[in-house]
């Protein structure tokens, strides 16, 4: 007996128009969303062609902001330490998740507890993490430096500063890729293992010819997260070292803030909030460039 | 890894399992550790993995002194606030997108995912411009309401209609219910599951939210706990245990939730990424 | 009165013109059928009678008031889906009395009339269960009780059956059946299955490619197909066809020529063709008689397959000129021919049909009555 066709509402049934009761249930989400983002977001862009104060909006004066910008190497500092922050987290965070994923994965008898303890951290919010960051880390009581039997200052070194806050982040943020690992590892259908076992194929061999190459899509998009999230750094930094010490640590967004609200140069601010997002998308298309490029390749 | 592995592989991956738990879970329990002594031993040179003297000093000096309770109030109302209003208007719009035949929906569904686009941070300036201007600064509608606008939650729901089979909203609709009705009636007791998730995951996430709270807070009392844990130098002084324990009472309920709906949690994240549990 | 006025309905998706312009009337307390192959747009017509898809033009009534844009709600009619529709979350006494809820029905009158049509459909039981935790035919049957509790002026059912296993059909056939009769409603069914239109409808409509091909009694469907596609539609096995050629018309009979070369006589008015025209002749299985050898009027055929079902014996047989297998029914007395062997068939010409080159029936000629007077059609 044949399973009915349930029809799903898909543009091929055509029911009456329903445009009131449409309106009645999107307006709340409308009216937030015109306030609250894209209102924002047309302001953002035209601010950034002003020269204006925090609460008010003074001479419109074109791309000058951006000619500053250009030459502004602060930014450029900025951009770089943001950068560097992304190179130290985004390998980790992707290899240990996956590493924990293939744990957990693994040990299902431990399972929900080894899931618990690996995921637990992620649901934290950020000042804890700052918080008990700062007492491990202290030069003298902190535990780090117990264990190492050092006294360094790690958040005041100019040179372990970022790598510092880098490390804490990874302990913070790398349930969430455990995750999406897990999600994928669960999506490989048993039989290709059953298959491969029968072929011969055991431990390393298993992972590098089965496992691996089914998690390549998973392991992209774990790679693109990573970087886009690791881009938008600012509490960790701002919390632990407030951008120092001497400005090895101002991320981005952190040299953004200080323009709007330190220096109350709202304009500014906008143009650099501008090339923000454009080095955003732009790192997220050449990512996935790259990732079609290799597929050609591969094929 | 599934299927058959040898022992050698097995010993590996166990003890690599128990070392990594072990350093995942050693912050917290040292942080525990910290807070559960006196002051003083926390930076006496004589080092000890647990407390040599057990105290719940350190927890009731910080519900005590600054304003630990306070911000533990001020998250519980922002964070219950952003989820109940995101819920709401996220599943009324998402119901629409699904399921009614508007002019301009693919249109305005795509402007809605748009926002995944443009990253949060770069309108801090103008929101907070705009705020100013609504008088909301520092007040409790300005920390929740820009929280509301989830593309994501919106994504997800609408994903989730899509799959429900249309003959039940017909069946509703023959029945006499309107758009409204359908979506209380119908469609929000089918999604009960994805539902809870959803509010869960924007639970732990407007709780977490440091960003925004610390660009439109500007009093201590009006604080919320990520912001206010930042200020507990200033509170408590450098007195670690105090500090740990504050931090600890801070994390308590998102742990919580999580600890009690893992599932959950594991789901709505997953939901939100994109992927399929 | 709940009569249901079709007048030159169409349906437009986009540039596809899906229903081509469809005239009906359905009378109050009628039960009628309708059918037709997957995608004939019987579905479709009984959705827009719903209220579910828009009009893409012509008029509806129902009960002699314009409906086109009237809420699905206050139509007066109700649905029973193919799917059951069932609302996961509630009991069945709430599936059952959410309509009554919605239209603010007070408790008491609520509790009532849903107690009553479970009592007709015998779910009372049930009521306080979940969907899940009832079989396919409980599910059904709530499904119906739904309907019935709204009191609807026009009972709509879209292949109700068709989520249900053999024997359970068979059952639930009768069933719907006797409801009609103790509710009197006028009922619109649809269905593919030609077993349940011959069976539950007093009128049957037969939709082919978004048009109604004809309208009539289950028997004048049967006996007088207006064309091919109905001919072959109704009746299983299907009618058997055999390429003909007109030779000639003698009074009240037509003499085609088979592909074999011999000739046969057909009880039809032919007056409209010519000599040489090309037809189709068609004899249903049941008609067609195996006699020992070929010759003599009896055409020449070899037996292909022979099925036996138990009540009766389906002989399957290759006839030179003729496409695919021709099929005979055959009672279980009796022997029957083995497969090989090279035997005659026979049939009366007053049991025989023609149809011209477009597929349309020619009109019975006037001895065909009396030929036919006192045959019983058999189905199956």
Known sequence: MERPRIPLATAAASPPRENLPALALLAPFLIAFLLFFLVPAVETFWLSLTESSLTRTSAFVGLENYATLVQDTSFWDALGNTFYFALLTVIPLTAIGLVMALLVNRFVAAQGWLQGVFFLPFVLPISVMTLIADWMLQPSSGVINHILGIQRPWLADPTWALPAVAIGTVWW???????????????????????????????????????????????????????????KVFGQTYILTSGGPFNTTRVTLHYMYETAFTQSDAGYAAAIAMAFVAV??????????????????ES | MNGKSNLGWTVIGAASA????ALWAAPLLWALSTALRPELETVSADFHWLPQT???????????????????????????????????????????????????????????????????????????????QLGMINSYAGIVLPQVVSPVVIYVFKQFFDGIPADFREAAVMDGAGPLRVLWSVYLPISGNIVWAMAIVTFIAAWNNFLWPFIIVTSNDMMTIPLGLTQTYDAFGVRYAQLMAAALLGALPVALAYVLFQKKVTQGFLAASGLKG | MASVTLRGIEKRYGDNLVIKGVDLDVDDGQFVVFVGPSGCGKSTLLRMIAGLEDISAGSLELGGKPCNDVEPARRGIAMVFQSYALYPHMTVAENMGFALKLAKVPKAEIAQRVERAAAILQIGHLLERKPKALSGGQRQRVAIGRAIVRK?????????????????????????????????????YV??????????????????????????????????????????????????????????????????????????????????AR???????????????????????????????????????????????????????????????????????????????????????????????TLQAGQTAGIQ
């Open chain 1, 173 to 231: 943020t790398v349930g969430f890729n455990m995750l999406l690992f897990l999600a994928g590892l669960r999506n490989i259908p048993a039989e290709q293992y059953e298959a491969a076992a029968l072929d011969g194929a055991r431990g390393w061999k298993l992972f590098a010819n089965i496992t691996w190459p089914a998690l390549r899509p998973v392991t992209v998009t774990c790679l693109i997260l990573q970087v886009i999230a690791s881009l």
């Open chain 1, 280 to 297: 955003v998308i732009l790192l997220s298309l050449l990512q996935v460039w790259i990732v079609r490029w290799l597929e050609k390749r």
């Open chain 2, 18 to 21: 128990v070392l990594l738990a």
């Open chain 2, 54 to 132: 057990w105290t719940l000093d350190a927890f009731a000096r910080t519900l005590g002194a600054g304003n630990l309770l306070r911000w533990l109030f001020n998250s519980a109302l922002v964070a219950l606030s952003v989820t109940v209003v995101t819920m709401a208007i996220s599943l009324m719009a998402a119901y629409a997108f699904s399921q009614l035949r508007f002019r301009g929906r693919s249109l305005l569904f795509g402007l809605a995912m748009l926002a995944f686009l443009l990253p949060f941070e770069a309108l801090l300036v103008p929101l907070f411009r705009t705020m100013n």
């Open chain 3, 152 to 188: 609807p002026e026009v009972f709509l059912f879209d292949e109700p059956l068709s989520n249900l296993d053999a024997a359970l059909r068979a059952q639930t056939r009768v069933e719907l059946a006797h409801l009609h009769r103790e509710l009197g409603s006028t009922m619109i």
């Open chain 3, 191 to 272: 269905t593919h299955d030609q077993v349940e239109a011959m069976t539950l409808g007093q009128k049957i409509v037969v939709f082919n490619g978004g048009r109604i091909e004809q309208v009539g009694t289950p028997l004048e469907l049967y006996e007088r197909p207006a064309n091919l596609f109905v001919a072959g539609f109704l009746g299983s096995p299907r009618m058997n066809f055999i390429p003909a050629t007109l030779a000639g018309e003698e009074g009240a009979t037509a003499a085609v020529r088979l592909p074999d070369g011999s000739v046969a006589e057909v009880a039809a008015d032919v007056a409209r």
């Open chain 3, 275 to 369: 000599v040489g025209a090309t037809l189709t002749l068609g004899i249903r299985p049941e008609h067609l008689r195996i006699v020992g050898e070929a010759g003599h009027g009896a055409i020449a055929a070899t037996v292909g397959l022979v099925e036996y079902l138990g009540d009766v014996v389906l002989v399957h047989l290759q006839v030179p000129g003729v496409d695919g297998m021709l099929a005979a029914k055959v009672g279980t007395g009796g022997a029957t021919p083995a497969v090989g062997s090279r035997v005659g068939l026979r049939f009366d010409a007053g049991q025989a049909y023609l149809f011209d080159e477009a597929g349309l029936a020619f009109a019975p000629s006037r001895t065909r009555e």
